[in-house]
């Protein structure tokens, strides 16, 4: 059963990800722009460096292309918010990213996106899972590529410069220019070397890259940036000296940060960076918007200059969906994904990487220096991630536990309420919070804490795991 989460469809090459499937897929978006008469405003087709990713990108033409609706075909491997960029201002009514983004090596995936650029709501990739189920092999309409090519239905494009030309737009270049930073960037073999390479040295920062060869198993490491996975960026860093250091995830659309020290920047400390630099340096007002597992600093912020924090569940469509709704400066997740009002409505890790990098030139502050700032002023905000494995009984037990029969742990921190928005969030009296939801990806239970010390962080989450017994 293809079923897509909070991410799109993600699945294990040659289990689930099979030209069959990925085919039923294509078949039904193009199906539901038929029915809905959207066919004139395309369909965009983008795939990053997965195994399987240009060919699956190439039969999601050949099917769309085989339903008489027009493809816009990126050319060459993208990053996901490429992608976005374009539909976003060309008018297109759907687009496709092939990519599994911070999956393991042996999962691919689909993303869909639609009009003006933004995540799929759920209310169509629904839809989209409905079509499929009445689908056979025998519905697929698909003409070679060649043919599609030939007949003007593919059409082959390359938005590269378009996009690089809009980030610098909305960067403050001549600052960047005047302080000529050392960067070193860590695409961890997924697509942002060439966008960030072409960004930063446009901005006339030196620019030196590794792990950048086309390598499908990644290295061996998750895609996924993090302390862990971003140790040598991390090592190199301290021992040549830079500046910062930036790596992103498979799909360029989440980023983790080094600092000039070599620590590694939370992606909660990221967004937090971002939203003071903007309000306090950059004169900006608006509100933020969160997810619900991402640090409460970010209210402290808002509350600081007269604004608001919106929580919202996981997922960025709801973050898009709320930035819209309230005009927010910024939007973004505890795993390192955000963008900022007047870019597209998606993740971003190359323009949120190239608006660091700003930050550190207007303000005359490295990131050590304007996280201490922030500390000093707002105080510590410490958060502890647990994810685990389970088998589908004891999947069964956990649902029924927290979300039935809706039992949590008697905590030893007064609690002052309890959502079920997405997952199970408990609020303590003292501002601290953990919550227990399924991740919408991978077959993981995802437990986030935070409180004002670690040790009242790893206290609250032993009490949550030792009650769900895992």
């Not at 039923?24 to 193009?30: G, I, R, S, T, W």
């Not at 033409?61 to 491997?77: D, L, P, R, T, Y």
């Not at 983004?101 to 933004?118: M, V």
């Not at 227990?436 to 995802?446: D, K, Q, V």
């Amino acid at each position: 059963m293809i079923q897509f989460g909070t991410g799109g469809w993600r699945s294990i090459i040659g289990d689930e990800f099979i030209k069959s499937n990925i085919v039923l897929v294509a078949q039904a978006v193009a199906q539901m722009m038929v029915e809905d008469e959207v066919t004139d405003k395309g369909l965009v087709v983008g795939y990053d460096r997965r195994f399987l990713s240009d060919k699956a990108a190439r039969w999601i033409s050949e099917v769309v292309a085989g339903n008489g609706i027009k493809v816009q075909f990126v050319s060459k491997m993208a990053p996901t918010p490429l992608i976005m960029y374009y539909i976003k201002t060309h008018g297109n009514a759907y687009g496709m990213a092939v990519t599994a983004s911070h999956n393991p090596a042996e999962y691919n995936g689909i993303k869909i996106f639609t009009e003006g650029g933004r995540d799929a709501t759920e209310e169509v990739t629904q839809r989209v899972e409905r079509l499929i189920a009445s689908l056979s092999a025998d519905d697929v309409k698909a003409i070679g590529y060649e043919e599609g090519v030939e007949k003007g239905l593919i059409v082959e494009i390359n938005p590269f410069n378009d996009y690089i030309d809009k980030l610098l737009n909305l960067l403050d270049v001549e600052a960047i220019r005047n302080n000529e930073l050392k960067i070193l960037v860590d695409p961890m073999f997924g697509v942002s070397k060439n966008s960030l390479q072409a960004l930063l040295i446009s901005c006339r920062c030196e620019v030196d890259v590794i792990h950048e060869r086309h390598d499908t198993t990644f290295g061996g490491r998750l895609p996924s940036p993090s302390a862990n996975t971003l140790a040598r960026l991390a090592n190199m860093v301290v021992e040549k000296g830079y500046d910062i250091g930036i790596g992103t995830d498979g799909d360029a659309d989440r980023l983790g940060i080094i600092d000039e020290k070599g620590d590694f920047i939370h992606p909660n400390d990221i967004m937090a960076l971002l939203y003071y630099y903007l309000l306090k340096y950059k004169g900006w007002r608006g509100p933020v918007v969160r997810n619900i597992a991402t640090t409460h600093l970010l209210d402290a912020i808002a509350k600081r200059f007269g604004e608001e924090c919106y929580e919202v569940p996981v997922g960025f469509k709801h973050i898009s969906s709320k930035m819209d709704e309230t005009d927010a400066v910024i939007g973004g997740e505890s795993s390192g994904g955000l963008t900022i009002r007047g870019h597209i409505k998606g993740k971003d890790g190359i323009f949120a990487a190239g608006l660091l990098v700003e930050m550190i030139c207007v303000t005359g502050k490295h990131l050590a220096q304007m996280l201490d700032e922030i500390h000093q002023e707002f105080g510590h905000y410490i958060m502890l991630e647990c994810d685990k494995r389970f088998s589908l009984e004891k999947k069964k037990e956990l649902i029924k536990l927290l979300f039935e029969d809706k039992k949590l742990p008697v905590f030893n921190f007064p609690v002052s309420r309890v959502s079920y928005e997405d997952g199970a969030k408990v609020y303590f009296e003292n501002g601290g919070w953990i919550i227990a939801r399924f991740s919408g990806t991978e077959p993981l239970i995802r437990i986030f804490t935070e409180m004002s010390t670690k040790d009242e962080a790893q206290q609250v989450s032993q009490e949550m795991l030792t009650f769900l017994g895992l």
